[in-house]
């Protein structure tokens, strides 16, 4: 019986915790004390991360369709297959018909890797990870403003914080360790303020709930913004200091008044006042957002952070703003350049410095224009500009939401996944690769405070599982590359020569404490905790303008709901772990046994005026369309407001697929069925 | 059988699927009996009331009332499909194999009424635990005084267990009241819920010196002992069987722990002051 | 029972001697202050530390696995073989603590009273040899969240253990609890206790009680009130809003004995029926087929956990309550509810009333 340190690969957290293995089977999942982000906590899905591993529909060897079949075969079969096919579709249709697609959850080596095999061997930049347009608006507008698209404090450091605000985010669910921290800062007097059009658990314990019209956040930004420059409340030396272009912004915000934001944005105006005092007058005050699939347009996210700005809450400890990643590896394969428009350590493609420095490294010449997102490869194939789609760790046909990914894949002349199970997007795979699950590979994993953790190889892999990096070490090697990495440590190395803020982060740095926060660079080998302090600024931050207030909210007389979408309890992108751990199979399937036909949260007194009762269903009614689902009552929701969770397929396809791009809300009425 | 394996409270023994007889929507009657002789013999020693944890090999276990009176010869269960487990054996056919455990719970202590009038106020399928109660006092008729029956369903297509009830009616020395909430084309019968038939002219419901025998859907439960109590009988003098998410069965996996009780082995059967004391929603 | 001593230095060869007969279970170090039992082997003998936070993982798992197979169903045309699996491996836990040693002690009443006895939990139970080792290092053994004062279950068990060392200082004084500890207190290692080294003992865990927190009497009125029904809604619905709904409270507390049972079918066209740790506090912990969730808000389940674990009459009914002190709870939780906090939250209040 062993016991080894690894890290949970779930959520954005990446919470430490033991596996208790015999080297054949894991039997068991305990919190680590000591790690600083969790300190001996884990949520219901730690407790069960060991499950996956030993799930019986485990693919134990490579398949490859034949008539319409799928037939196990060998790896060298599959390779050759996969390179053949590949080969043939770029020499027909050029290097842009090829698209490679990895999900959040994917390691640092597997994006660094397929990133590199897209773009040094077969010479496109059509890479992206899964989660849609909404997380590249963080990261853009991160970069332009702070200079870094992640966390500047860690999880810990909220302990100190005197004001948290929690925006759109439920933590209960999504990040419950950090939810927790949430909440036991608040036992200890730190004031919290949840901004959310739901009710959740963190939200029982805030002492401002701010339950905000959806879509209204940079309302609110904007209105607390101009209240703590009204009262003086700005810190000018912090701005004078570091900051740039706080003229331009100022000129932004003059119609923010408070009486029409709070009228906007349906809340009280004197609270909004005083989480803005709150806020500007705090020692230290931390913001914390998500770039899940929830999550914002873009103002609300400049919002956010000239918020933070305005008052000079960088830098220091417990202050800060965090884009929190809901996904375990989102940070991570975002600096390992899975966006069509930035190789890994977020160079633009057409950068042509950054660019020239890559082309040194790797030996070859790279494309100069963006490539595809995601939902743009997966919505009619690219416009039919894409014939071959590469698939990692990813299976778009039950997770993807925006796009049709059924019909692009059908489309699709080539297609190849790698996954652990055969899963719904198997279905329309011509190759599939069989990858090793948690607890049999030690890989990198970055979590949301920038944490580059290992994770441990505690059993051997099953059957002739490989690892995902591995695979595509093979393949671009039997495409004529001399790729010669051994280990994972070996691509880990070249990492630190391509990005720079992983400079030092070896598997041997990293293995010596709890992994290493970037930067971790020659000057900095233990990594850093919060960035920007103790006035090291590099550069200076940039306010940006938000757009001018205009009383927006006009009453649709025929659609006077906002329908909103999201997560619901663990549903989770029907992620693989829930499906295969008993416990969370129930928990998760609660809802949906409860609803089968999945809900629409309506709260009870929008109801009372509809004259629906729980369980009743009812058609949803948008302009782009119409969808039929149950009612669920709740009061968590906001009035006027109802929530759609995202597995929720017809309402997707019906509304929201038609639904322009980067609404975060969609004008419905809610009617009684006709039968 | 070793040692080890008679004592495992957790092994089911297999039990095969004789015939499958449709009861009303969703709702079918299996019989069955053991493989092995001699745990026919032992299982058929179980009080009316107790319940067997029914298991679907690769599907899962759940727990189900002996609806049979002890004294009938075929065992039977009257399960409606309603989850996966249940949904699973609604798909068998005779001869298939599954795992029955038991008998667990308390029962009804029949041999404690003796003298006493029974009244049975059933609703739904409520009567499928009640029923193996009802043989058993019919059987042993002269051991129990009156015998009042009062059943009542949403439409005539609900009622339960119809030969059975058709020969209630019919038979002397019991009364057997009838009532649906909705009448369809053919009913002759009462209209309006069970407790309308408290207050029908001709039936006086006996209530000196008898137990009343409750078990209906939460609402149903809730206005029959408002009902009953307010025609005087004592709390100790009402009894019921609860429902609960069970896994086990013996106690120990703690799903089915109300309040102080684990409804599997202090109950399912309880008088209506303990249920009250259990401070939970039934 | 007789004392004896051993040398410090020479307390190791007791794992020596237990190999011989057992597969050997010590505490070791992980990560900073990280602890974990595991199996002992030539290799990684010279790691073992006594002296070190009670890992957080349970040791109830050794005789109440987090997740064990009961039996493997094989289908075939005509014919179904159940075949039930037992583990007979004789188990030592060298330097299990008082608290984990009381948590035992109430399993074993759960799961072999009451009207049936569980065969799987027995099985395991009767091949365990515990080494109970007592807390005497405020700071080092004996943490903050520790309290099992309270509880009565320590610094010292009283019984159930096979031995039980204690640190006084450059010898440890060992003492048998069983007939299978005094066979193996023969062993010419063990050398006579004086009455020196006795007093020493007395004197140390006089010593070591002062530094638990003063809260003794609190927990006997949070028994009073919850077994009354006396706690507010208010308290209860406080305890949810600040539950996560995680279920660690369950699985690191070495009295809680909820599983759930599942058919998992394996790779071989086979089934296995698993049991594995479940919780009260999951929303689906009694959620019926059909959707009837007695207990679907969170402070209802939270008040069923409280209840089940400080309830008079269950304290009665197994003579033992579910409860050792052991502080896990409290380590675990996200939202400071573990059972301190709860018990600080419902004298307060309660008490607030009672004032009025």
């Known amino acids: 019986m062993a016991h080894k340190l690894t890290t949970c690969t779930f959520c954005g957290v990446g919470c430490g915790l033991y596996l208790e293995t015999d080297g054949k089977n894991i039997f068991g999942a305990y919190p680590s004390m000591s790690h600083p982000t969790n300190r001996g906590r884990i949520c219901i899905r730690g407790w069960h991360v060991h499950e996956v591993a030993s799930a019986p529909d485990r693919l134990k060897k490579p398949l490859i369709k034949k008539n319409g079949t799928f037939v196990e075969t060998t790896w060298d079969e599959a390779v050759n297959t996969v390179v053949q096919r590949l080969r043939e579709i770029k020499e027909k249709y050029g290097s842009d018909s090829l698209a490679f697609l990895c999900s959040p959850r994917c390691s640092n080596e597997e994006s660094y890797l397929l990133q590199k095999f897209a773009r040094a061997v077969i010479g496109t930049n059509n890479v992206d990870h899964g989660t849609g347009v909404y997380g590249h608006n963080s990261i853009n507008v991160l970069l332009e403003m702070i200079g870094v698209p992640a966390s500047t404090n860690s999880i810990e450091e909220l302990d100190k914080s005197e004001v948290i605000i929690v925006d759109g985010v439920d933590l209960g669910k999504q990040l419950p360790t950090i939810g927790g921290r949430v909440i036991r800062a608040h036992l200890n007097g730190a004031k919290v303020i949840v901004i959310d059009s739901r009710r959740h658990r963190v939200a029982e314990n805030a002492d401002i709930f701010l339950q905000i019209r959806p879509g209204t956040e940079y309302i609110l930004y904007g209105a607390m913004c101009k209240i703590i420059y009204d009262k003086g409340l700005c810190n000018r030396s912090f701005i004078k200091g570091h900051c740039q272009d706080f003229d331009k912004f100022l000129e932004s915000i003059r119609g923010y008044d408070l009486i029409g934001a709070s009228d906007e944005c349906g809340v009280a105006p004197d609270l909004i006042e005083k989480a803005a005092t709150w806020y500007a007058t705090a020692k230290n005050a931390a913001i914390l957002y998500s770039t899940g699939i929830e999550s914002r347009r873009v103002e609300s996210i400049i919002g956010s952070v000239n918020l933070c700005l305005i008052a000079g809450q960088i830098g220091k400890e417990g202050a800060g703003i965090y884009p929190l990643t809901e996904h375990n590896n989102l940070q991570g394969v975002c600096d390992m350049g899975m966006i069509p428009s930035r190789f890994a350590g977020y160079y633009s493609v057409d950068d042509f410095a950054g660019r020239a420095r890559l082309e040194k490294i790797w030996g070859k010449r790279l494309p100069t224009s963006p490539g595809l997102n995601a939902r743009e490869t997966l919505t009619h194939c690219g416009n039919g500009k894409i014939k071959a789609i590469w698939l990692c760790r990813y299976d778009p046909v039950s997770t993807a939401f925006f796009a049709d990914a059924v019909s692009s894949l059908e489309r699709a002349e080539f297609v190849v996944v790698q996954h652990l199970f055969k899963t719904a997007t198997g279905d329309y795979a011509d190759v599939i690769l069989p990858c090793t699950a948690y607890g049999e590979e030690q890989v990198t994993f970055t979590n949301t405070e920038r944490r580059i953790q290992l994770t441990a190889k505690a059993i051997e892999p099953l059957g002739e599982a490989i690892p995902a990096w591995k695979q595509i070490c093979m393949i671009a090697n039997a495409f004529g590359e001399n790729w010669d990495y051994n280990t994972a440590a070996d691509v880990m190395a070249e990492i630190g020569r391509v990005v720079p803020f992983y400079e030092r982060a070896s598997y041997d740095n990293l293995s010596a404490d709890y992994g290493r926060q970037w930067p971790c660079t020659l000057e900095k080998p233990h990594g850093t905790k919060t960035l920007f302090a103790d006035g090291d600024i590099p550069y200076k931050f940039k306010f940006l303008p938000l757009p001018g207030f205009t009383e927006q909210r006009m009453e649709e007389k025929d659609y006077p709901l906002q329908l909103i979408f999201g997560h619901s309890l663990y549903y989770w992108h029907r992620n693989v772990l829930i499906q295969h751990s008993e416990i969370l199979k129930r928990e998760y399937r609660i809802l949906l046994l409860d609803y089968p036909e999945g809900f629409v949260e309506v709260n009870t007194s929008d109801a009372e005026k509809l004259k629906v009762r729980d369980g009743e269903k009812v058609q949803i009614v948008a302009r782009t369309g119409s969808a039929v689902a149950a009612v669920r009552l709740t009061n968590e929701i906001r009035q006027g407001t109802v929530f759609v969770p995202y597995f929720l397929r017809e309402v997707g396809e019906k509304i929201l697929g038609r639904a322009i791009n980067g609404q975060d809300y969609v004008p419905v009425r809610i009617q009684k069925l006709t039968t | 059988m070793n040692e080890k394996t008679e004592k495992n409270i957790y092994l089911p023994k297999i039990a095969i699927l004789d015939r499958v007889v449709d009861e009303i929507k969703d709702v079918r009657t299996f019989y069955w009996h053991f493989e092995d002789p001699a745990e026919q013999e032992k299982f058929k020693r179980f009080l009316p009331g107790q319940f067997a944890q029914i298991s679907i090999f690769g599907v899962g276990e759940f727990p189900a009332s002996l609806p049979p009176s002890p004294t009938e010869k075929e065992t039977f269960f009257t399960i409606r499909a309603v989850g996966t487990c249940t949904e699973a054996l609604h798909r068998m056919k005779p001869g298939e194999k599954f795992g029955v455990r038991g008998p667990y719970g308390n029962g009804f202590p029949m041999d404690k009424y003796e003298g006493k009038n029974l009244v049975f106020v059933a609703g739904g399928i409520g009567l499928i635990p009640l029923r193996s109660c009802i043989i058993y006092a019919i059987e042993n008729r002269d051991k129990y005084g009156k015998i009042q029956i009062f059943y009542g369903a949403r439409t005539p297509a609900e009622l339960m267990y119809r030969e059975n009830l058709s020969q209630w009616e019919k038979q002397a020395g019991i009364e057997c009241y009838l009532t649906v909430d909705r009448a369809t084309d053919g009913w002759q019968g009462n209209v309006g819920v069970v407790g309308s038939l408290f207050k029908k002219p001709g039936v006086k419901v006996s209530v000196e010196n008898t137990i009343a025998f409750v078990c209906g859907p939460p609402i149903m439960f809730r206005f029959v002992i408002k009902d009953l109590l307010e025609m005087g009988f004592s709390e100790d003098n009402i009894v019921s069987t609860l429902e609960r998410y069970m896994k086990c069965g013996v106690g120990k996996c703690g799903h089915c722990c109300i309040g102080s009780a684990y409804v599997c082995v202090d109950g399912p059967v309880f008088t209506y002051r303990q249920i009250k004391k259990l401070g939970e929603d039934i | ?356």
């Open chain 3, 1 to 356: 029972m007789k004392a004896r001593i051993i040398e410090s230095e020479n307390v190791m060869k007791i794992v020596d001697l237990l190999m011989e007969k057992y597969e050997v279970i010590a505490p070791f170090s992980g990560l900073g202050r990280d602890s974990f039992f595991e199996r002992v082997t030539d290799e990684n003998k010279h790691l073992i530390k006594l002296h070190i936070p009670n890992p957080y993982y349970p040791p109830k798992r050794f005789v109440f696995p987090h997740i064990e197979r009961m039996m493997r169903i094989r289908a075939g045309k005509d014919k179904i073989d159940i075949e039930p699996e037992y583990n007979v491996k004789p188990l030592a836990i060298f330097g299990i603590r008082s608290c984990d040693v009381a948590g035992i002690g109430h399993l074993d009443r759960f799961f072999l009273g009451g009207k049936y006895r569980d065969c799987y939990y027995e099985i395991r139970r009767k091949s365990l040899f515990l080494v109970n080792m007592v807390c005497s290092m405020p700071g080092v053994d004996i943490t903050d969240e520790c309290f099992c004062l309270c509880a009565d279950t320590g610094p010292a068990a009283r019984e159930l253990f096979d031995l039980q060392l204690m640190d006084i200082g450059d010898v440890y004084l060992v003492v048998a609890g069983s007939m299978a500890g005094e066979e193996f207190l023969r062993d010419p290692i063990f050398k006579k206790a004086t009455q020196e080294h006795v007093d020493r003992r007395r004197a140390i865990l006089s010593e070591v009680r002062k530094q638990f927190k003063d809260t003794t009497s609190w927990f006997s009125a949070t028994v009073r009130y919850v077994s009354q029904g006396a706690v507010l809604e208010k308290t209860w619905e406080e305890i949810g809003n600040r539950c996560l709904e995680c279920g660690g409270c369950t699985y690191v507390c070495p009295a809680c004995t909820c599983f759930t049972v599942s058919d998992r079918k394996s790779a071989n066209g086979e089934v296995e029926r698993v049991r594995i740790w479940d919780s009260c506090a999951l929303g689906g912990f009694t959620r019926m087929a059909g959707g009837f969730n007695p207990r679907k808000a969170v402070h209802d389940r939270r008040n069923r956990r409280f209840y089940r674990k400080l309830a008079h009459y269950f304290i009665q009914r197994e003579l033992s309550m579910a409860c050792v002190g052991c502080g896990r709870c409290a380590a675990v939780c996200h939202g400071d509810v573990g059972m301190p906090a709860v018990v600080e939250m419902i004298r307060r209040a309660t008490v607030q009333v009672e004032a009025k």
